[in-house]
């Protein structure tokens, strides 16, 4: 019975299937808003695309990075644009991979904040996105840092960093909001007070 020992986690040699997988994330390309399909594509394309982009992040839960049903509830909540006659271009592709990715550890009100610009910046915002995550993906040194354990508390500690950074920024917003508003109802107290007294 002693000869029967459960192994540990530790006990395998993960470092070379790590590595491969590391090299294979440093070598992603996402593709540029001028490389993104020019032509009106139905749901299952997008879905089909979108999935092959994003293959080199080898998912072991199963669960489809996108579905159609996900597209419709982004078009619904309008966190992008409807489709034109049922055909989605580059916009709406662009859209989805940043989603994608940005869904793994923020919430859609929090990616809607980050993302919810006017489409008039979309080819530089998005392409700017995709150079800044191939770049993380690379220049991430973590090969002294093979420990599932550490790694994750590196996750979880970038992701409040985030998530930290989206709320003061909201509220910096509010605030902003809150000061135009008060003004203008200072100005319009002033004005009608103004009248009242000629």
């Given at each position: 019975?002693?000869?029967?020992?459960?192994?540990?986690?530790?006990?395998?040699?993960?470092?070379?299937?790590?590595?491969?997988?590391?090299?294979e994330?440093?070598?992603?390309?996402?593709?540029?808003?001028?490389?993104?399909?020019?032509?009106?594509?139905?749901?299952?394309?997008?879905?089909?695309?979108?999935?092959?982009y994003?293959?080199?992040?080898?998912r072991?839960?199963?669960?489809?990075?996108?579905?159609?049903?996900?597209?419709?509830?982004?078009?619904?909540?309008?966190?992008?644009?409807?489709?034109?006659k049922?055909?989605?271009?580059?916009?709406?592709?662009?859209?989805?991979?940043?989603?994608?990715?940005?869904?793994?550890?923020?919430?859609?009100?929090?990616?809607?904040?980050?993302?919810?610009?006017?489409?008039?910046?979309?080819?530089?915002?998005?392409?700017n996105?995709?150079?800044?995550?191939?770049?993380?993906?690379?220049?991430?040194?973590?090969?002294?840092?093979?420990?599932?354990?550490?790694?994750?508390?590196?996750?979880?500690?970038?992701?409040?960093?985030?998530?930290?950074?989206?709320?003061?920024?909201?509220?910096?917003?509010?605030?902003?909001?809150?000061?135009?508003?008060?003004?203008?109802?200072?100005?319009?107290?002033?004005?009608?007070?103004?009248?009242?007294?000629?």
């Amino acid at each position: 019975m002693d000869d029967f020992i459960i192994p540990k986690f530790n006990d395998f040699d993960i470092l070379k299937d790590f590595e491969v997988f590391r090299d294979e994330i440093g070598a992603c390309h996402l593709p540029r808003f001028h490389e993104l399909p020019d032509v009106g594509l139905y749901m299952d394309q997008v879905v089909s695309i979108i999935d092959k982009y994003f293959k080199v992040l080898d998912r072991d839960d199963d669960k489809p990075i996108i579905t159609p049903s996900m597209v419709n509830n982004y078009v619904k909540l309008g966190i992008i644009p409807p489709p034109d006659k049922k055909r989605y271009g580059p916009k709406h592709l662009a859209y989805l991979i940043m989603i994608c990715l940005l869904k793994q550890v923020l919430s859609m009100s929090e990616i809607t904040l980050l993302i919810g610009w006017d489409e008039k910046e979309l080819v530089e915002k998005y392409d700017n996105f995709c150079k800044l995550q191939e770049s993380v993906f690379t220049d991430l040194d973590i090969s002294d840092t093979a420990d599932p354990l550490a790694l994750s508390m590196l996750a979880l500690t970038t992701k409040l960093y985030a998530q930290k950074l989206i709320k003061i920024q909201l509220d910096t917003i509010r605030e902003e909001t809150a000061k135009l508003a008060s003004a203008a109802s200072e100005k319009q107290l002033s004005e009608k007070s103004g009248k009242s007294k000629q």
